[in-house]
């Protein structure tokens, strides 16, 4: 192997083992955008009334955030936020995060377009794609709906 480029190609065609995923933890952007759109949905990140300094101070962040991807937020009379992405590359962007509640954002950004059983055949349609991609041998993927879990165990 020579270069960065034989490496990856490499890496691309050995086996893999996926020994732990929340399928939902794999919704891509441009997925995200396609399903919201078909269930008439906005792609958001609303947060309510900061109740501590700490909240306030989160919500200046986000603020900050939205304005530096193009944003406009809207910020609500109780003091609480709305940011609505209008692109998947928006989205993209603000996947930099830095801290737990950072990340269940847009997490929940994500989880809220899911509506239907399409929806959920949808995501997992593509993640088994993208595994059948990168030659995967097991899979072992949980899907988690609030307080239900639902594990699937494939092999190949």
């Not at 480029?5 to 939902?24: A, Q, T």
Request: include cysteine; aromatic fraction near 8%; glycine fraction near 4%.
């Amino acid at each position: 192997m020579n270069s960065q480029k034989d490496i990856i190609e490499y890496i691309r065609n050995i086996p893999k083992v996926e020994l732990h995923i929340h399928i939902e933890g794999s919704f891509e952007p441009e997925l995200i955008f396609e399903i919201a759109r078909r269930n008439g949905l906005d792609v958001k990140i609303e947060r309510s009334m900061p109740q501590n300094n700490e909240e306030k101070k989160a919500i200046q962040k986000l603020t900050h955030k939205a304005l530096q991807i193009g944003i406009t937020p809207e910020i609500k009379a109780d003091g609480g936020i709305k940011i609505i992405f209008d692109t998947p590359e928006q989205l993209t962007q603000a996947y930099d995060f830095e801290n737990l509640q950072e990340f269940l954002d847009i997490y929940y950004a994500g989880m809220n377009v899911l509506q239907t059983e399409q929806d959920f055949y949808d995501l997992t349609f593509a993640y088994l794609l993208r595994c059948s991609e990168q030659i995967l041998s097991v899979l072992k993927s949980s899907l988690t709906l609030k307080v239900t879990q639902v594990e699937v165990s494939l092999l190949k």
